[in-house]
């Protein structure tokens, strides 16, 4: 069956990282259904190999078009680096939208031409980050840094939390002692410790989270293939996990600020997924 106004659009990540483009799509899109994939089982992708990152997020988008999808976010930049080239080749029946450190908003705004950008390993590696940068950072001078062990403590939902703040601290510091005035988030995990990097940064700096625009393009793009569901309110999100659907059922009012149904998946190999049966919904979390 081919994609329909009233089908899913589909999202996914390596966690939970996904839900804060997830959310951007939701106040964007209240009419449209959403499907979205976390695979908690394999978090973190950043530290992964990109030939392996790329096979789990085929997999990954054959399962979410056996779910009906009518488009699919990549909202993860590791995933996005290591893989979007390689699945709009391989699946040119459906559109990716995919997503990039935002260097070029930052570029345009910043004032000191210094820009801090935080991301994974596998995204500053990935071709990607190396075309953003040809292309949009001239006459700018660009500092990076990875984040060891952050997304691992969003995943846990410590957003507040010393260990969270030390780990923020040890990226942001050497960026602001180079007169940053702009950080780019370039890990969808990191936009739901913002409070925690505005008060680090001060109010001087600005941070850019790219999860609006995001959800901005999928709307573009929805509409330019005649797939906008014509329903103003009420899309139906869905939610399944290869991790342990109790905890994420958890951590959702506080990430999405909505509940859904979730349902646990299972990973035959490195090429398959099957649904296991396991699930919860809101009001048995
Ligand atoms: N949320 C992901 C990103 O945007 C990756 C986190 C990870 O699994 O390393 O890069």
């Known amino acids: 069956m081919s994609a329909q106004p009233n089908s899913p659009i589909g999202v996914f990540d390596s966690g939970v990282g996904g839900l804060s483009v997830l ?6 899109l209240p009419g449209e259904s959403a499907i979205y994939f976390g695979d908690q089982i394999h978090i973190p992708y950043g530290p992964r190999p990109m030939e392996q990152i790329r096979r789990y997020s085929e997999t990954i988008t054959k399962f979410l078009l056996r779910q009906q999808a009518k488009i699919i976010v990549v909202a993860c ?5 290591a893989a979007l080239k ?15 450190p935002a260097v070029k908003p930052a570029a345009e705004r910043t004032q000191t031409g210094r820009v801090g950008v935080l991301a994974t390993p596998a995204t500053f590696q990935g071709a990607l980050y190396a075309s953003v940068v040809e292309r949009f950072a001239t006459g700018v001078e660009l500092f990076q840094n990875t984040c060891p062990g952050l997304v691992q403590q969003v995943e846990l939902g410590n957003l507040e939390g010393k260990e969270t703040r030390q780990i923020l601290e040890s990226a942001l510091y050497p960026m602001l002692e180079k007169n940053i005035d702009t950080v780019v988030l370039g890990c969808t995990h990191y936009p739901f410790v913002i409070p925690m990097i505005e008060q680090i940064v001060g109010e001087n700096v600005r941070v850019i989270d790219p999860a609006p625009a995001v959800a901005k393009q999928t709307q573009r793009l929805l509409e330019a293939g005649g797939l906008v569901n014509p329903a103003s309110a009420g899309g139906v999100l869905t939610l399944f996990t290869s991790g342990d659907v109790k905890s994420l059922q958890s951590l959702l009012p506080v990430l999405l600020g909505e509940s859904a149904d979730m349902t646990h998946v299972e990973w035959i190999g490195e090429t ?3 649904q296991t049966g396991d699930s919860t919904t809101p009001t048995q979390a």
Do not use: K, W, Y
């Not at 390689?86 to 990039?100: C, K, S």
């Open 23 to 28: 959310r951007a799509i939701r106040r964007v």
């Open 77 to 81: 930049n590791t995933a996005s680096a």
């Open 86 to 100: 390689d699945l709009r080749a391989h699946f040119p029946e459906i559109q990716f939208v995919g997503m990039e």
């Open 272 to 274: 398959h997924i099957q």
